[in-house]
């Protein structure tokens, strides 16, 4: 029912910033919630950042605060990553997901999710 497609990811150095995005066809995107996850090599994935269904809230790991900003554009079906000052432990697989009701950590809580897009963070 529910496409979510993430891009934006590549190889980077460390310091750098990369902006990710998340888009879906689907016209009922502005009753979501939004949250991105991340799953590095040999770690569980693990939440990044939410967004509410209005924009007007937002959450982050402590580990991506003052870093990461989370955003979204309803009309136009599309949620950003926007990452800057970039580590080597930043790399990972990022996902977005999609959930009726309000946003959270909890992976398990998301109904929705795209397939992952790869970002490499090198020293």
């Known amino acids: 029912q529910v496409e979510l497609v993430e891009s934006g990811g590549g190889l980077v150095q460390e310091g750098d910033s990369l902006s990710l995005s998340c888009t879906t066809s689907s016209r009922t995107f502005d009753a979501f919630a939004m949250g991105w996850f991340r799953r590095a090599p040999g770690k569980e994935r693990e939440f990044v950042a939410a967004?509410?269904?209005?924009?007007?809230?937002?959450y982050y790991a402590d580990a991506v605060k003052g870093r990461f900003t989370i955003s979204r554009d309803n009309r136009k079906n599309t949620m950003w990553l926007q990452m800057s000052s970039l580590r080597s432990n930043d790399t990972a697989t990022y996902y977005c997901?999609?959930?009726?009701?309000?946003?959270?950590?909890?992976?398990?809580?998301?109904?929705?999710w795209g397939q992952g897009t790869q970002v490499t963070v090198s020293s």
């Open positions: 997901a999609a959930v009726i009701g309000p946003p959270g950590g909890q992976w398990n809580e998301y109904s929705y």
């Open positions: 967004i509410s269904w209005a924009g007007d809230t937002t």
